[in-house]
Every structure is written in C-alpha cells, then in structure tokens.
C-alpha cells in the first residue's frame, strides 16, 4: 500500500462535491413549530422575550397555521395562555371542554384537517401557584391525583382532535395510565409524544413569560430532572417505551445533545428535541447585537440536532427555517 498523504479537502472542493457527500439532512418534515393561543379575536400579539413569536387569538392562529402548513411544516404544538381569572388550585379549566385548547383544536383542524395537532399536558398553565402537577398544603407536588388530571386532559384533547398529546409534567407513570385512558376511550390512534428527559433547566425564562406561568414559589426541582445527570434520562427512556410511548423527547435541546445521542444508541423509538425558548431569543438577542448570523446559526442549531440523532424538532424558528430551505 503507497504511503499517500490522506486529504479529506477533496470532499469539501465544492458545493456539489459538498451535498454528495453529506451525512446528515434537514427539511421542513423535521419541524414543528410550538405555538401561543390565548382568548380575543384579531389578536397576535408579540413575545417581547422572544422577537417574531406571537400569542395568537383563535382566528389568527388559524391564519399562521396555514402559513406554517404551506411552507411544509407537517405539525404544530400548542400551548395556551390562560387568563388569571381562571387559574385555580385544582387547575379545573384544564378539563373545560368550552376552554381554550379544545375550541383551538377544532378550529384548526377543521380548518387544515392535514395538520398535525400537538397538544401539551401539564398543569401549570392552569395553576394559579404555576406548577406541573397538583399542590398538596404543605407544598407538595402530588404525582398520583396529577396524573388523574392528565388522563381526562389526554382523552378531552383527543376527543377534539389532537394527534399526538405531550405529557410535559414529568410526573411518574403518567404515559401508561395516559396511554390505558386513551385506549379505554376509543382513542387508541392518538399518540403520545412524552417529554422524557425534561431537565430543570434555565432555558425556560421566555416560555414562562409567555404563558405568565413561572411558578408563584418554589422551583420545579422535585420532578424535572437534574441537569448533572445522564444516566437517570435511560431509566426515563425505558419506562416511557414499556409504558406505551410512540416518541420520546429531550429539553432543552442544544445543552443535552449528549443525552439526546445516548437515547438514539438506546432506542429505535423517533426522538423529539425541542429548542427551548431561551435557545431561541439567544440566537435572536445575538443577532440583533450583530454578533452573530441568526439565519446560519439557526440552520446549525437545526442540523445539530438531526445528526445527534433527532428525527423531529420543536423550534419557535420553525417558519424561519423552513423558508430557508426553501
């Protein structure tokens, strides 16, 4: 064998040579874009923390949605703004089928049947102490009584035409009992996308604003996960596969790609990240700085994940993307 000098430069000569050989690809199919309702008519109004995203009235959101389906995007995942007049305790206006997500979902999906509908199951848009779960009197967050709530929120949602719902609670043995409730209910076709490693993470401050759901005390510590820890998010991944689970996820996104690559070694499951809203407004605080091109960088973000292993991801740069693959 001669002894030549290896040059890998020979497939980086030219962009042909360049899309030849690349690895890893992206489309507009890999996007799902999260997206604030909220009550009104004729309203979009703007994230302040998040430059281009809006909180949507029912018609307007019907409006972007149809933006977002032309451009490719196959799927939207909604998340509601509820007023704080209806924030209780009990978090009973999660289970109003007059509320905010059932009446979103059907004027979506009646509207771009297509499309696929994402729903979020948590409690803490509906809380008025901002938690994911029940509150006992002595500040605990009760897992059990949590999940009866998910549960009737899972088989709501279906029954108004979501596709997929997503436990983001982190409570323990919620996909089973979501999955066993659906199944009893005649919704054995709607999935579930679990939030399997949701870590307590930072990343979270422009979401929180959005929604004005930052916890009124305490943190959120006693269920999401530990940002110092990998090998807890395998113990996740396997209970939320035996327990019926058509898609696991990983948040934040871009901070636990390892964590992300250990499940994609672990599993055949599709695999969701999402990129978190403090993801997202640091790309477009640094672009509005000049420091950096939000257009590439977002594309880098975008490929980041895919070839760490994720088949979809969440962005609130979805629609932007999208348009730049053209």
């Given at each position: 064998?001669?002894?030549?000098p290896?040059r890998?430069?020979?497939?980086?000569?030219n962009?042909?040579?360049?899309?030849?050989?690349?690895e890893?690809?992206?489309?507009?199919?890999?996007?799902?874009?999260?997206?604030?309702?909220?009550?009104?008519?004729?309203?979009?109004e703007?994230?302040?923390s998040?430059?281009?995203?809006?909180?949507?009235?029912?018609d307007?959101?019907?409006e972007?949605?149809?933006?977002?389906?032309?451009?490719?995007i196959?799927?939207?995942?909604?998340f509601?703004?509820?007023?704080?007049?209806?924030k209780?305790?009990?978090?009973?206006?999660?289970?109003?089928?007059?509320?905010?997500?059932?009446r979103a979902?059907k004027?979506?999906?009646d509207?771009?049947?297509?499309?696929?509908?994402?729903t979020?199951?948590?409690?803490?848009?509906?809380?008025?102490?901002?938690?994911?779960?029940?509150?006992?009197?002595?500040?605990?967050?009760?897992?059990d009584?949590?999940?009866?709530?998910?549960?009737?929120?899972?088989?709501?949602?279906?029954?108004?035409?979501?596709?997929?719902v997503?436990?983001?609670?982190?409570?323990?043995?919620?996909?089973?009992?979501?999955?066993?409730s659906?199944?009893?209910?005649?919704f054995?076709?709607?999935?579930?996308?679990?939030?399997?490693?949701?870590?307590?993470?930072?990343?979270y401050?422009?979401?929180?604003d959005?929604?004005?759901?930052a916890?009124?005390?305490?943190?959120?510590k006693?269920?999401?996960?530990?940002?110092?820890?990998?090998?807890?998010?395998?113990?996740?991944?396997?209970?939320?596969?035996?327990?019926g689970?058509?898609?696991?996820?990983?948040?934040?996104?871009?901070?636990?790609l390892?964590?992300?690559?250990?499940?994609?070694?672990?599993?055949?499951?599709?695999?969701?990240?999402?990129?978190?809203s403090?993801e997202?407004?640091?790309?477009?605080?640094?672009?509005?700085?000049?420091?950096?091109?939000?257009?590439?960088?977002?594309?880098?973000?975008?490929?980041?994940?895919r070839?760490?292993?994720?088949?979809?991801?969440?962005?609130?740069g979805?629609?932007?993307?999208?348009?730049?693959?053209?």
């Open positions: 064998m001669l002894d030549l290896r890998p430069r020979r497939n980086r000569r962009a042909a040579i360049r899309s030849m050989v690349r890893t690809s992206l489309s507009p199919a890999n996007l799902i874009m999260p997206c604030f309702v909220r009550e009104g008519q004729g309203l979009s703007p994230v302040a998040m430059p281009g995203c809006h909180r949507h009235s029912l307007r959101l019907v972007a949605a149809r933006e977002w389906a032309a451009l490719g196959p799927a939207i995942a909604l509601p703004v509820t007023p704080p007049q209806a209780t305790g009990d978090a009973k206006a999660a289970l109003d089928p007059d509320g905010l997500v059932p979902l004027s979506v999906k509207a771009l049947p297509e499309l696929q509908l994402i979020d199951l948590a409690l803490d848009p509906f809380t008025d102490h901002g938690h994911d779960g029940l509150m006992s009197v002595d500040g605990r967050i009760l897992n009584e949590t999940v009866e709530v998910l549960c009737g929120m899972a088989a709501l949602h279906a029954r108004c035409g979501a596709d997929i997503a436990p983001s609670d982190m409570m323990d043995g919620r996909v089973g009992e979501i999955r066993s659906l199944d009893s209910e005649g054995e076709n709607t999935g579930i996308m679990a939030y399997t490693a949701k870590y307590a993470s930072g990343f401050g422009p979401f929180r959005a929604l004005d759901s916890p009124r005390s305490g943190d959120k006693t269920y999401q996960m530990d940002p110092a820890n990998r090998r807890e998010a395998l113990l996740e991944a396997d209970l939320d596969e035996a327990e689970a058509d898609i696991l996820m990983v948040k934040p996104g871009l901070p636990y390892d964590v992300l690559r250990e499940l994609r070694d672990r599993t055949t499951l599709p695999l969701a990240a999402y990129h978190v403090g997202f407004a640091m790309l477009k605080a640094a672009a509005a700085n000049g420091w950096l091109d939000y257009d590439r960088c977002l594309m880098e973000a975008m490929i980041c994940f070839r760490a292993g994720a088949d979809m991801v969440l962005t609130y979805a629609a932007d993307a999208a348009r730049l693959m053209g």
